[in-house]
């Protein structure tokens, strides 16, 4: 296939050869290219399997600010890729598929939010991780769903403060702080899409089972909730807690590391809801993330295609609210 037909695709959609060999082939070349893989707790299981780092967005963050390597390959979705790019502006920055986008970024379109960030000047801006580079450069720190409350709790009390562009997770975060900031009308289509009517069956047919619910969700999920957590904190709970059962309230990419910490454990999905509102699968799947295959992963390090590339001016003005991020985090732990 011609390199413009991947750019349209915006993969490398070469055929591959001896695909039973596949993982061995990705570690080859990762080994020739000293490249190194960051995965999301999202990602199908066999990625996760393969990636040296898995974990949420901050931890890739983190990751991707220290690792030593001359190629980092992202497997999540396009900000995430942005985000490692912007901190490692000379290592190349891969991602299999560009294409992997996400609902949560893509309803909040930087022009838009500047013209809402103008209109209150006297407002700070806190901006979620899961945005484009373009909204990060109009934030003044950046949060993920692991750090949110405590960064928003490094503001005074008093200080005026919007928060975009997931409106679930501010909202939360406003009730549990006892803040008024302003937000951002925006969501994630897969946290906003889980059927409250099958969750309340699951927790009568699971009534030992604990509740593990991503503050993406719905106020009406989060009262269901016994555990309100980033990914990270929802696993880490789940491996310390006396329970045996967990009904997840997440995407379902995050039960293949729960069975594997926990293989003693059971870990029930919650379902999405159909357009009719009945449950429909029994787990909640972000398309965006399962665009990115093992296939796509050796093509993109084989062919070194798509790179992540950030406009400087943009990188310039987002890596402020990142860095301040990263460093309030190691403060906020210590």
């Not at 037909?5 to 596949?22: C, Q, R, S, T, Y």
């Not at 396009?78 to 294409?99: Q, R, S, Y």
């Amino acid at each position: 296939m011609m390199k413009s037909e991947w750019v349209a695709k915006g993969f490398a959609d070469e055929p591959i050869e001896n695909k039973e060999n596949l993982v061995e082939m990705i570690l080859q070349l990762k080994r020739e290219k000293n490249a190194v893989i960051l995965g999301h707790y999202y990602q199908r299981s066999e990625i996760q399997d393969i990636a040296d780092f898995v974990g949420d967005s901050l931890a890739m963050a983190q990751w991707a600010a220290k690792v030593e390597a001359d190629v980092l390959v992202v497997c999540g979705v396009h900000f995430m890729g942005e985000t490692a790019k912007i901190l490692c502006p000379d290592k190349m920055v891969l991602v299999p598929d560009l294409n992997a986008g996400c609902s949560l970024a893509d309803s909040c379109p930087a022009d838009k939010f500047a013209e809402f960030v103008a209109a209150h000047p006297d407002h700070q801006v806190i901006s979620y991780v899961n945005t484009s580079a373009a909204v990060k450069a109009h934030t003044d720190v950046v949060v993920t769903s692991s750090n949110a409350r405590q960064i928003v709790e490094s503001f005074p009390q008093d200080a005026k403060l919007i928060f975009g562009p997931d409106r679930n997770l501010g909202g939360y975060i406003n009730s549990i702080t006892g803040r008024n900031m302003l937000l951002w009308d925006g969501a994630c289509h897969v946290h906003s899409q889980f059927s409250v009517e099958a969750l309340i069956e699951l927790k009568k047919q699971y009534p030992d089972a604990a509740v593990l619910a991503h503050p993406e969700c719905k106020g009406v999920i989060l009262k269901l909730a016994d555990v309100i957590g980033s990914t990270a904190a929802l696993l880490s709970y789940a491996q310390k807690s006396d329970k045996h059962q967990f009904i997840v309230v997440t995407e379902s990419g995050i039960l293949h590391e729960m069975q594997k910490s926990c293989p003693n454990k059971e870990f029930i999905p919650a379902p999405p809801e159909t357009v009719e509102g009945g449950a429909t699968c029994s787990c909640n799947e972000c398309n965006y993330m399962r665009l990115n295959t093992l296939e796509k992963v050796y093509n993109c390090l084989r062919y070194e295609y798509p790179q992540i590339e950030v406009d400087a001016d943009i990188a310039a003005k987002a890596i402020k609210p990142i860095e301040r991020m990263l460093e309030l985090s190691e403060k906020l732990v210590k």
